[in-house]
């Protein structure tokens, strides 16, 4: 089985800062990209940043951001493995939504890359 937890949500104020963290653990055989998602009330699920890497080992590899937050937000490993971490800066009141981790992993049961999705954390930008 393979898990995504996430944490770091919370409540902050316009301009203020939030980093979330995500893990991936489990019987994993390559992550091939981790990535963050958000969902606003009445809104589809966007994306908001990933990180792309055809490793094994889960490095090197690309970035790409939604324009919204280009500039503001960061997407970076963690130092243990398969972790990823969203700093975001001078957040915003529209930045509220839950954000969700998604993987795109190969386990060592299937082989076969699936994506795999965290619980989710609520991020709240208070005016």
């Known amino acids: 089985q393979v898990q995504l937890v996430e944490s770091g949500g919370g409540l902050v104020q316009s301009g203020g800062s939030l980093r979330l963290s995500c893990a991936a653990s489990g019987n994993i055989y390559s992550v091939n990209a981790m990535g963050w998602y958000r969902q606003a009330p009445g809104k589809q699920r966007e994306l908001v940043a990933i990180?792309?890497?055809?490793?094994?080992?889960?490095?090197?590899?690309?970035?790409d951001y939604a324009d919204s937050v280009k500039g503001r937000f960061t997407i970076s490993r963690g130092s243990a493995a398969n972790t990823v971490y969203l700093q975001m800066n001078s957040l915003k009141p529209e930045d509220t939504a839950v954000y969700y981790c998604?993987?795109?992993?190969?386990?060592?049961?299937?082989?076969?890359?699936?994506?795999?999705w965290g619980q989710g954390t609520q991020v709240t930008v208070s005016s």
């Open positions: 990180i792309n890497s055809g490793g094994i080992t889960f490095s090197g590899g690309t970035t």
């Open positions: 998604k993987g795109k992993i190969v386990p060592r049961t299937s082989w076969a890359p699936s994506d795999y």
